[in-house]
């Protein structure tokens, strides 16, 4: 899973969530429609911070829901907490350029 996620050359929005945490039912169905919308020119990944510890540990992850957008393996953008359709829209579009 790792080494997907830091060897893409597209953007890659990772949302970092847990099956109990309420705004990560939120934020989950906002990251479905954007990786509609953007199609193969984006990666999103839903990351479960319960299965996927040392990744989340790895990343810095302590609270849920965290979104991080990276390209090249470099992290442009961390979110914490929900975050709108419109703002992860503009980071997504601003890493395309």
């Not at 890659?12 to 989950?28: H, N, S, T, V």
């Not at 302590?62 to 090249?72: A, G, S, W, Y």
């Not at 470099?74 to 601003?94: D, M, P």
Request: proline content about 4%.
């Amino acid at each position: 899973m790792f080494y997907e996620v830091t060897h893409l050359t597209k953007p890659i929005l990772m949302d970092f969530y847990a099956d109990w945490c309420g705004p990560c039912r939120m934020q989950g169905p906002i990251v479905e429609a954007l990786a509609k919308e953007f199609g193969d020119k984006a990666e999103f990944k839903k990351i479960n911070v319960d299965k996927e510890g040392d990744l989340a540990t790895e990343k810095g992850i302590f609270v849920v829901p965290t979104l991080i957008l990276e390209k090249d393996g470099v992290e442009l953008k961390k979110w914490i907490g929900v975050t709108s359709k419109e703002e992860l829209t503009r980071a997504l579009n601003e890493a395309l350029q």
